[in-house]
């Protein structure tokens, strides 16, 4: 099983390789059981497009941006982000068959005609990385943090948001919230296709408290 994974995710980087595409990072060393992630739902639901331009927009999200899906996918959020307002995007996904996705969604938002958004991506401003979304070293980097991921991914994530994120960073969330955290900025309800109760809910990361002196 181990040596099929390993198989797609070189399948993966070589067509990255050779589609001179977005980059595909991550996914090359053997790993111990030890580091397997402490959470990996594989329940792939992508996000509908709709839902997606409602994110952004609450999200303010423009060319300085730099985008975090935390569970990627196929990475068509990144991939519309790039598109739309040339903001720079890392996915994150630990399953191998979506990388391979991502790669073939890439192909789809470069086609000048494929949709209706400016030009075609000509920057490897989108990166795929085969990982897992509780152990980002560079999360820090986030201006946007969007993801579509189940309140049990969201409760372990909250203390790495408190810890690594700068005040300001917004993040975006499909559906889901965490148990304890702060509170939303903003909510709003999304119709799609197939359903019309989609929703979008937004935060914005606070300052960070000052620590009380000893004495007071
Ligand atoms: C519901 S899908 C969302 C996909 C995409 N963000 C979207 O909204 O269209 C959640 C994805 O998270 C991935 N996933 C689950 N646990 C993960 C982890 N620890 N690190 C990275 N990806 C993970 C799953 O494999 C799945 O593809």
Same mark, same amino acid.
Request: positive net charge; contains cysteine.
């Given at each position: 099983?181990?040596?099929?994974?390993?198989?797609?995710?070189?399948?993966?980087?070589?067509?990255?390789? !050779?589609?001179?595409?977005?980059?595909?990072?991550?996914?090359?060393?053997?790993?111990?059981?030890?580091?397997? =992630?402490?959470?990996?739902?594989?329940?792939?639901?992508?996000?509908?497009?709709?839902?997606?331009?409602?994110?952004?927009e609450m999200a303010k999200v423009n060319k300085d941006d730099v985008i975090f899906d935390l569970g990627c996918g196929?990475?068509?959020?990144?991939?519309?982000?790039?598109?739309?307002?040339?903001?720079?995007?890392?996915?994150?996904?630990?399953?191998?068959?979506?990388?391979?996705?991502?790669?073939?969604?890439?192909?789809?938002?470069?086609?000048?005609?494929?949709?209706?958004?400016?030009?075609?991506?000509?920057? =490897?401003?989108?990166?795929?990385?085969?990982?897992?979304? !509780?152990?980002?070293?560079?999360?820090?980097?986030?201006?946007?943090?969007?993801?579509?991921?189940?309140?049990?991914?969201?409760?372990?994530?909250?203390?790495?948001?408190?810890?690594? !994120?700068?005040?300001?960073?917004?993040?975006?969330?499909?559906?889901?919230?965490?148990?304890?955290?702060?509170?939303?900025?903003?909510?709003?309800?999304?119709?799609?296709?197939?359903?019309?109760?989609?929703?979008?809910? !937004?935060?914005?990361?606070?300052?960070?408290?000052?620590?009380?002196?000893?004495?007071?």
């Amino acid at each position: 099983m181990l040596k099929r994974i390993l198989g797609l995710t070189a399948f993966a980087v070589c067509i990255a390789v !050779l589609l001179n595409t977005g980059t595909i990072t991550g996914g090359e060393k053997k790993k111990d059981k030890k580091d397997d =992630p402490k959470y990996n739902n594989p329940t792939f639901v992508p996000t509908a497009d709709e839902v997606i331009e409602k994110m952004f927009e609450m999200a303010k999200v423009n060319k300085d941006d730099v985008i975090f899906d935390l569970g990627c996918g196929d990475n068509r959020i990144c991939f519309m982000a790039a598109k739309k307002y040339r903001a720079r995007g890392v996915g994150i996904e630990t399953n191998p068959v979506r990388i391979k996705e991502a790669m073939e969604m890439f192909e789809k938002y470069n086609k000048d005609d494929a949709i209706s958004y400016g030009g075609s991506i000509k920057l =490897p401003l989108v990166e795929t990385r085969h990982g897992d979304a !509780l152990a980002i070293k560079d999360l820090k980097d986030a201006t946007v943090v969007v993801m579509y991921m189940f309140p049990e991914f969201m409760d372990l994530w909250f203390p790495i948001a408190e810890k690594t !994120l700068k005040p300001g960073t917004r993040i975006v969330s499909h559906d889901y919230s965490w148990t304890k955290g702060w509170e939303p900025t903003a909510t709003a309800t999304v119709k799609s296709s197939t359903r019309d109760n989609h929703k979008a809910i !937004l935060w914005i990361v606070p300052e960070k408290k000052k620590k009380k002196a000893a004495n007071e």
